[in-house]
């Protein structure tokens, strides 16, 4: 954490480093009499503390004096020479040990997690909607090679999706709006070829069949919305997305038959509008493409690395959600065959709730962290909060999942039970990993996530000729030790003081 020791002559000429105060020659007997608020003795280190009495006051652990410290410019030299620690840590924790944490007398700041709870059933609707269009797209292919096409896309095109959201909040939070409108062009752009691409290969292949075009087109979809989403075009990506859902609807309620042609070309004309959306909503933005790509639009090297973390993510995220995609794939049957969507539906449909308890659960406890003066007792309430949330959306999931396996009896009903319980564990996982997100904490969540998909396909794998409701099962069982594994690690992490500074 320190700096070079060799800077420090340069720091005190430039001015980063503090003027050093002489020796005090104060009385520091037992007796003495420190009279007032202020109780702290008037040795080097306690007049240090007061110098930065808000730091010291409002630090959560040693670490964030020792930060505090070193940005102000004190190096290891100057603790060791002054103020007898061997290193700026050291001091820093004597500096925690010696003062007290207390509330802050300052106003409030904004909390950047409180939302209104429509703005994120809204997007939770975005989410769940695009499910109903694959769904139909589903239904409509016959052949097994169509729907593994479809399925890789995308899972692709949802880590591209994870990746390119992660970085555009990196760019918008920082006020760099041109920097983040050139690469969501970028993006656009790459969409475009890669779904030509697709197409293309298609067509020279001479298998440039409705499958192809709905895979080259979902990369270009996925893409521009969630470019969408995250500069808060919800409204208009549901007004583009209104055709294809009620075309679905209608389709896989049986209300009415539609020729496949017209249906994919209905959907088609949703995945045209929303890049049109997109492209004309980043009008507006600062047209700088060629500078911010010659300058990697303004994003250092971890910041690439995290967002690849995100792609791989996004990827193993989509990998387990379509477990009964490919159940029925392996089993050389249709997708269509079983009901896939009613499955998913306690996952897809609680998605809003989740991002409403995952903010709400942020927001908490940065209110905690202003009101109490004990790290413990901060890591009680933000436990308690933690547990309160997860019944809560686990309540959700709960009632959703009985109510689709009341509610759509099938034959055999216990595969479609154990799967739809599965999805609903797979909810509560996620909404854990997307709490470890939050908190900075994407490697855990990613790690966990692979892991998970790893062993779920391995088991796939190895029970090949088990039966459906075996393997149905097997995937719960994955699940459920997923859960028991990323709940109590996303306990601890939302529980530490410093995660939320």
């Known amino acids: 954490m320190s700096a070079p020791t060799a800077l420090d002559a340069?720091?005190?000429?430039?001015?980063?480093?503090?003027?050093?105060?002489?020796?005090?020659?104060i009385?520091?007997?037992?007796?003495?009499?420190?009279?007032?608020?202020?109780?702290?003795?008037?040795?080097?280190?306690?007049?240090?503390?007061?110098?930065?009495?808000?730091?010291?006051?409002?630090?959560?652990?040693?670490?964030?004096?020792?930060?505090?410290?070193e940005a102000a410019g004190l190096s290891d030299r100057q603790a060791r020479t002054y103020y007898g620690a061997a290193s700026v840590f050291e001091l820093a924790e004597a500096m925690y040990g010696l003062v007290p944490r207390r509330t802050s007398n300052a106003v409030a700041p904004i909390d950047p997690w409180s939302r209104p709870v429509r703005r994120h059933l809204l997007r939770g609707l975005l989410y769940a909607l695009p499910g109903l269009m694959y769904a139909l797209a589903l239904v409509m292919l016959q052949s097994g090679f169509d729907a593994i096409l479809l399925l890789g896309t995308t899972i692709v095109a949802a880590g591209l999706g994870q990746g390119l959201s992660l970085l555009g909040h990196v760019l918008i939070g920082r006020g760099q709006q041109g920097a983040a409108g050139a690469m969501f062009r970028s993006a656009l752009v790459f969409a475009g070829i890669l779904g030509f691409a697709i197409l293309l290969t298609g067509w020279i292949s001479g298998t440039l069949t409705s499958a192809v075009m709905v895979a080259g087109f979902q990369v270009a979809y996925l893409l521009a919305a969630t470019i969408l989403?995250?500069?808060?075009?919800?409204?208009?990506?549901?007004?583009?997305?209104?055709?294809?859902?009620?075309?679905?609807?209608?389709?896989?309620?049986?209300?009415?038959?539609?020729?496949?042609?017209?249906?994919?070309?209905?959907?088609?004309?949703?995945?045209?509008?929303?890049?049109?959306?997109?492209?004309?909503?980043?009008?507006?933005t600062p047209r700088e493409t060629v500078t911010h790509l010659r300058e990697g639009f303004g994003l250092a090297?971890?910041?690439?690395?995290?967002?690849?973390?995100?792609?791989?993510?996004?990827?193993?995220?989509?990998?387990?959600?379509?477990?009964?995609?490919?159940?029925?794939?392996?089993?050389?049957?249709?997708?269509?065959e079983g009901p896939i969507a009613l499955m998913m539906l306690p996952l897809v449909g609680s998605l809003g709730v989740a991002e409403w308890q995952v903010y709400r659960l942020r927001s908490r406890a940065l209110m905690a962290l202003r009101e109490t003066t004990s790290v413990k007792r901060f890591r009680v309430l933000a436990r308690s909060e933690l547990a309160y949330a997860v019944l809560n959306y686990g309540a959700v999931l709960a009632v959703l999942s009985a109510t689709v396996i009341v509610a759509?009896?099938?034959?055999p009903p216990l595969p479609f039970i154990l799967s739809t319980c599965a999805y609903g564990v797979l909810g509560l996982a996620f909404f854990c990993a997307t709490l470890l997100l939050s908190l900075g904490r994407y490697r855990l969540a990613l790690g966990l996530s692979i892991t998970a998909l790893i062993v779920d396909s391995a088991l796939r794998w190895a029970f090949a000729s088990a039966s459906p409701e075996a393997l149905a099962g097997l995937h719960l069982m994955v699940f459920l030790v997923l859960l028991a594994v990323i709940l109590p690690a996303a306990a601890s992490q939302f529980s530490y003081a410093g995660a939320h500074r």
């Not at 608020?37 to 630090?59: G, P, V």
């Not at 549901?238 to 679905?248: K, N, S």
């Not at 309620?253 to 004309?280: D, P, Q, Y």
């Not at 759509?408 to 034959?411: E, V």
Request: charged letters at 15%.
């Open 10 to 25: 340069g720091a005190l000429i430039t001015g980063l480093a503090w003027t050093v105060r002489p020796p005090q020659t």
């Open 27 to 69: 009385d520091e007997s037992p007796g003495a009499d420190f009279s007032g608020d202020e109780q702290r003795s008037k040795t080097r280190i306690a007049e240090l503390t007061r110098e930065h009495n808000d730091l010291c006051t409002q630090a959560v652990d040693p670490f964030e004096i020792a930060a505090g410290l």
């Open 229 to 284: 989403i995250v500069v808060e075009a919800a409204l208009l990506l549901l007004t583009v997305l209104a055709p294809g859902v009620i075309l679905a609807v209608l389709e896989l309620s049986g209300a009415t038959a539609i020729r496949s042609e017209i249906a994919f070309g209905i959907l088609a004309l949703c995945v045209a509008g929303a890049v049109v959306a997109a492209w004309t909503r980043l009008a507006a």
């Open 301 to 336: 090297r971890y910041e690439y690395s995290m967002g690849s973390g995100y792609f791989a993510y996004g990827i193993a995220t989509a990998g387990l959600v379509a477990f009964g995609v490919v159940d029925a794939l392996t089993r050389h049957g249709n997708p269509a």
């Open 408 to 411: 759509f009896p099938q034959q």
